[in-house]
């Protein structure tokens, strides 16, 4: 059998007319097994463009749920071996799906991720992750030269902008975290990949084009640290947050500084984020030894950086958090805690 007619494409839509026919008529010429679009509630004539294209199994009903929630439900109604999380603004070329699933052939317990590339194709949007250990996440290679990621290794964060893996292996993660409704469950997810014991390969001949702007105004910051203050919740013990303690401040002094560019409202999604993920019941992974080995310990100095000093803060603190993080490595080793 074809290894592409093994796969099942999990795309999930909320107002996306723009971009959802050539989205799946790229997917189409790559030939899965079946494209199932899960939409949530769209009011702009997605649906309509959706229903003059046969191929493809829409499902609908549920509401706005979120993408992390919509991508669960599609992941339970596939039919196929594999399954691939793809967002909807997105353009696949000739031979993503073959090259993005043939890795997981032979190997359990594997996620693979492809080069996402801007939509014009010029720069990169994300090989993967970055993944702080103080719950933040960044897209790895950002408007770098495609070159320049150009061969297989293997990562601490899958970007969910696009990603492949075993159904039943995602089934068995628990899929996405569905108290995060939108952004940050691709950085949670990658928390739990790690905790469990899977790989992330990263599979530069597999190549997705996507629509983005990296911009982060105030309800993106909710998002984004309600879903950090989760991943905290759920892996750390009081001890590892001590432990890491020094870090977590200098994070809340970075976020707050971006929060205060918007004014109050910006500090207001800031606060309540923390109010919001404090109330959510989490399960609790506790962090292990392995995960605090795979960690990122710097963040990009020039993603959402507007000037000089910003950049020189950000040098200064990376260095602050290399050594707070080789720390606890080592206190974690030794069993000092």
Same mark, same amino acid.
């Given at each position: 059998?074809?290894?592409?007619?093994?796969?099942?494409?999990?795309?999930?839509?909320?107002?996306?007319?723009?971009?959802?026919?050539?989205?799946?008529?790229?997917?189409?010429?790559?030939?899965?097994? =079946?494209? $199932?679009? +899960?939409?949530?509630?769209? /009011?702009?004539?997605?649906?309509? @463009?959706?229903? #003059?294209?046969?191929?493809?199994?829409?499902?609908?009903?549920?509401?706005?749920?979120?993408?992390?929630?919509?991508?669960?439900?599609?992941?339970?109604?596939?039919?196929?071996?594999?399954?691939?999380?793809?967002?909807?603004?997105?353009?696949?070329?000739?031979?993503?799906?073959?090259?993005?699933?043939?890795?997981?052939?032979?190997?359990?317990?594997?996620?693979?991720?492809?080069?996402?590339?801007?939509?014009?194709?010029?720069?990169?949007?994300?090989?993967?992750?970055?993944?702080?250990?103080?719950?933040?996440?960044?897209?790895?290679?950002?408007?770098?030269?495609?070159?320049?990621?150009?061969?297989?290794?293997?990562?601490?964060?899958?970007?969910?902008?696009?990603?492949?893996?075993?159904?039943?292996?995602?089934?068995?993660?628990?899929?996405?975290? =569905?108290? $995060?409704? +939108?952004?940050?469950?691709? /950085?949670?997810?990658?928390?739990? @990949?790690?905790? #469990?014991?899977?790989?992330?390969?990263?599979?530069?001949?597999?190549?997705?084009?996507?629509?983005?702007?990296?911009?982060?105004?105030?309800?993106?910051?909710?998002?984004?640290?309600?879903?950090?203050?989760?991943?905290?919740?759920?892996?750390?013990?009081?001890?590892?947050?001590?432990?890491?303690?020094?870090?977590?401040?200098?994070?809340?002094?970075?976020?707050?500084?971006?929060?205060?560019?918007?004014?109050?409202?910006?500090?207001?999604?800031?606060?309540?984020?923390?109010?919001?993920?404090?109330?959510?019941?989490?399960?609790?992974?506790?962090?292990?030894?392995?995960?605090?080995?795979?960690?990122?310990?710097?963040?990009?100095?020039?993603?959402?950086?507007?000037?000089?000093?910003?950049?020189?803060?950000?040098?200064?603190?990376?260095?602050?958090?290399?050594?707070?993080?080789?720390?606890?490595?080592?206190?974690?080793?030794?069993?000092? @805690?």
């Amino acid at each position: 059998m074809d290894l592409n007619k093994k796969a099942s494409v999990i795309i999930v839509t909320y107002n996306h007319r723009e971009y959802i026919e050539n989205c799946v008529k790229s997917v189409l010429s790559n030939n899965p097994l =079946e494209i $199932i679009v +899960v939409d949530n509630g769209s /009011t702009d004539g997605t649906l309509e @463009i959706l229903e #003059n294209m046969s191929e493809v199994r829409v499902v609908t009903g549920h509401g706005n749920v979120g993408y992390g929630a919509g991508n669960n439900i599609g992941v339970r109604v596939a039919r196929g071996e594999y399954v691939v999380i793809l967002n909807p603004d997105t353009i696949v070329e000739e031979d993503w799906l073959f090259n993005l699933i043939a890795p997981l052939v032979n190997c359990k317990k594997l996620v693979t991720t492809p080069k996402v590339l801007l939509y014009d194709g010029s720069r990169i949007n994300s090989c993967g992750l970055i993944v702080h250990f103080t719950g933040l996440g960044f897209t790895r290679g950002f408007k770098d030269n495609p070159a320049v990621f150009d061969a297989p290794e293997y990562l601490n964060g899958v970007f969910g902008c696009c990603f492949a893996m075993r159904k039943r292996e995602f089934i068995e993660l628990g899929g996405f975290d =569905e108290s $995060i409704l +939108v952004y940050g469950e691709d /950085t949670e997810f990658s928390w739990r @990949i790690m905790v #469990n014991g899977f790989k992330i390969l990263f599979v530069p001949n597999s190549v997705v084009k996507h629509d983005y702007v990296l911009e982060v105004p105030p309800r993106k910051i909710y998002h984004l640290e309600k879903a950090r203050y989760i991943i905290l919740k759920k892996y750390f013990s009081l001890k590892d947050l001590f432990m890491i303690l020094p870090s977590l401040l200098l994070v809340e002094f970075l976020t707050f500084g971006y929060s205060i560019k918007f004014g109050l409202r910006g500090l207001e999604y800031k606060l309540m984020a923390l109010r919001n993920a404090l109330v959510i019941k989490t399960d609790d992974y506790n962090c292990k030894n392995n995960l605090f080995l795979t960690f990122d310990s710097v963040i990009p100095v020039d993603q959402l950086t507007s000037n000089y000093v910003e950049k020189i803060i950000k040098i200064g603190f990376n260095k602050i958090f290399q050594l707070n993080l080789a720390l606890a490595r080592r206190i974690r080793n030794f069993g000092g @805690i």
